[in-house]
């Protein structure tokens, strides 16, 4: 829950300025909402609930950022 904005308040905000819309966004909550529910109404990428599993958080950050599980184990640092 965040003061002032909630976040479909601020993910209106980001999809309303075109430097921001195409930002994946991946949602973290522990609401009572459907993740359909969610992830329809805020244009998701993926919705995770709390508690987060790790694993799958970091298989979605990897995917969200292009790199999917090719570099599962490597120890190449980006540059």
Request: aromatic share 6%; with cysteine; glycine share 8%.
């Amino acid at each position: 829950m965040i003061p002032v904005m909630d976040r479909w308040d601020v993910r209106a905000e980001q999809i309303a300025d075109p430097a921001l819309r195409k930002i994946p966004v991946v949602v973290i909550s522990a609401s009572g909402f459907a993740r359909e529910t969610i992830g329809t109404q805020l244009k998701a990428y993926e919705v995770l609930a709390k508690p987060l599993e790790l694993g799958h958080f970091l298989k979605t950050v990897r995917d969200v950022c292009g790199r999917g599980d090719s570099d599962e184990g490597s120890s190449s640092t980006p540059g």
